[in-house]
């Protein structure tokens, strides 16, 4: 097993993308936020990319598929909050639109990761 295999994966790539465009995005949010949705969100689209390297590390098969869900689960809370932040006016709807496109994207290659660590029923 290669120690530094999770960063070859298309989707930790485009995961750490999501990061990226997060803290971007939070630079424009107010400062009354800057401990609440934007900490919140920090912490949610980093999990993505953590819970990708960790759960490809892991041995067991189930251990891989649980951790991909906990990314996949992040991914989904990153976008949930930028609808919100969309909706109070913080973040553009094309900046928001921008955002759910990458969102999706992540989110297929999760579903094509997963799929890969599925325990079999055999």
């Given amino acids: 097993m290669e120690v530094f295999g999770y960063r070859k994966l298309i989707a930790y790539q485009k995961a750490k993308e999501v990061v990226k465009r997060t803290y971007k995005l939070l630079k424009k949010f107010p400062a009354e936020e800057r401990y609440a949705m934007s900490d919140q969100l920090r912490r ?3 999990s993505i990319t953590s819970n990708i390297a ?5 041995y067991s098969v189930k251990d891989k598929s649980h951790f991909i869900e906990m990314s996949y689960g ?6 949930s909050q930028f609808e919100i932040a969309e909706e109070l006016g913080y973040i553009t709807a094309e900046e ?3 955002m759910d496109q990458l969102i999706e994207e992540v989110a297929r290659l999760l579903s094509g990761l997963q799929k890969t ?3 079999s029923t055999d």
């Fill in 44 to 46: 949610a689209s980093v």
């Fill in 117 to 119: 660590y599925k325990p």
């Fill in 96 to 98: 928001r639109l921008s």
């Fill in 74 to 79: 992040s991914l989904m809370e990153v976008s």
């Fill in 54 to 58: 960790e759960g490809i590390n892991r």
